[in-house]
C-alpha cells in the first residue's frame, strides 16, 4: 500500500519549514516529531530520502529536498505545500489537486458579504433585487465614498422604513453578520480602511453597540438629534448584561458633538433600540477624536 498524501496539518509544517531554511539553508530536525515523521514516510515512499533516515535520531531537511517533494506532489496532482492553497477557495485546489483538504482553502461564506444595492436591479425573474450575496473582493470600492454598516438583520432588511442623513452620495451599505458574514464584514472593512475613507455605523443605541462604534474604526454612528434621542430613550432599552461595557466607554475620548449621547448612555443608563429610531432623522454623529482627526 502507498503511503497516502501528506494532510494539511503537515502540509503547514512543511511550508512554515521552508520559510525556515530560506533562512538558515540547512536544519536538523528530531525524527520523532509526527509531522516530520510522516514527511519522511512520504519520501522514503517516493525513494527521496535513504530507506533508514527514520531510524536516526535527527535528519537534516534542505531546500534541495523540499523543492523534490513540491515536484513529487505536483507530478501526483496531490496537494502541494509550496501552493498557496489557504488562499484558494476549495473548488479552485479542487482542480489543482485529487485529495480532500476540508480544512484548507477558503470557507465558503469567509469572504462573501450581505449587501445592498443603492437602486434595486432588474433580474431576468421578474423582479427587482435590492440585496445580493457577494465576494467582497469583486467590489469596485474606488467607487464608493463611504462604507455604511448595519447592525440588526430586521433593519438592514427594511433600511427604507429609517430616514438617512447620510454625509456621502454613494454609500456602501452591508450588514455587520453573524456566523454566516461577520468574517466577510470585517475583511471588508479592513480593506476599506486603507482607502482612508469614512466608516459609518448603524445599530442600537446602547452600550453594546456603543462599544462596537467606539472601538471598531467607525468614524461616526448614525443617530438622531441628542434631544430627541433623551425624548425616546428608556432604562429598559439598555439590558443589564450590557452594564459592564459602561466603565470603558465611559473612558473613551470622544468629540463634543458625541458628549451628551455618552451623558445619555454612561450617567442616565439609558438606550435607544435600532428598532426604535424608525420615524428619526438620522445623521451621522462623530465619534473618536484621533479617528475623526485622521478623516
Not at 22 to 27: I, L
Not at 74 to 97: E, G
Not at 234 to 258: D, H
Request: proline share 5%.
Amino acid at each position: 500500500m502507498r503511503y497516502p498524501p501528506l494532510n494539511a496539518q503537515t502540509l503547514r509544517w512543511l511550508q512554515q519549514l521552508q520559510l525556515r531554511l530560506h533562512a538558515s539553508g540547512s536544519e536538523r530536525v528530531n525524527t520523532s516529531g509526527k509531522a516530520a515523521q510522516q514527511v519522511l514516510l512520504w519520501c522514503i515512499e517516493h525513494t527521496l530520502v535513504p530507506g533508514n533516515s527514520l531510524k536516526l535520531p535527527y535528519f537534516t531537511f534542505s531546500l534541495a529536498l523540499l523543492n523534490d517533494i513540491a515536484f513529487v506532489q505536483r507530478n501526483l496532482q496531490q496537494a502541494c505545500y509550496q501552493d498557496d492553497i489557504n488562499l484558494n477557495s476549495r473548488l479552485h485546489n479542487a482542480t489543482t489537486n485529487q485529495q480532500e483538504l476540508k480544512s484548507i482553502g477558503l470557507q465558503p461564506r469567509q469572504n462573501r458579504v450581505l449587501l445592498k444595492l443603492n437602486k434595486a436591479a432588474n433580474t431576468d425573474l421578474g423582479i427587482a433585487a435590492e440585496f445580493i450575496d457577494i465576494d467582497w473582493p469583486q467590489l469596485p470600492l474606488e467607487q464608493f465614498d463611504a462604507l455604511l454598516v448595519v447592525e440588526n438583520l430586521d433593519c438592514f432588511y427594511q433600511l427604507n422604513c429609517f430616514t438617512l442623513a447620510l454625509p456621502c452620495k454613494q454609500p456602501l451599505i452591508i450588514y455587520r453578520g453573524d456566523m454566516l458574514y461577520s468574517k466577510g464584514c470585517k475583511a471588508l472593512k479592513a480593506a476599506w480602511l486603507k482607502q482612508h475613507k469614512p466608516v459609518l455605523y448603524f445599530g442600537d443605541f446602547d452600550a453594546k453597540g456603543v462599544s462596537i462604534a467606539l472601538n471598531e474604526d467607525y468614524i461616526a454612528m448614525l443617530l438622531p438629534e441628542v434631544a430627541i434621542l433623551q425624548q425616546h430613550a428608556s432604562p429598559s432599552m439598555l439590558p443589564n448584561e450590557q452594564l459592564s461595557f459602561i466603565a470603558g466607554i465611559a473612558g473613551k475620548t470622544v468629540v463634543a458633538e458625541f458628549k451628551p449621547y455618552l451623558q445619555i448612555l454612561c450617567k442616565q443608563l439609558r438606550g435607544l433600540r435600532q428598532q426604535n429610531m424608525q420615524g428619526m432623522v438620522l445623521a451621522s454623529v462623530p465619534l473618536k477624536a484621533l479617528i475623526a482627526e485622521q478623516h
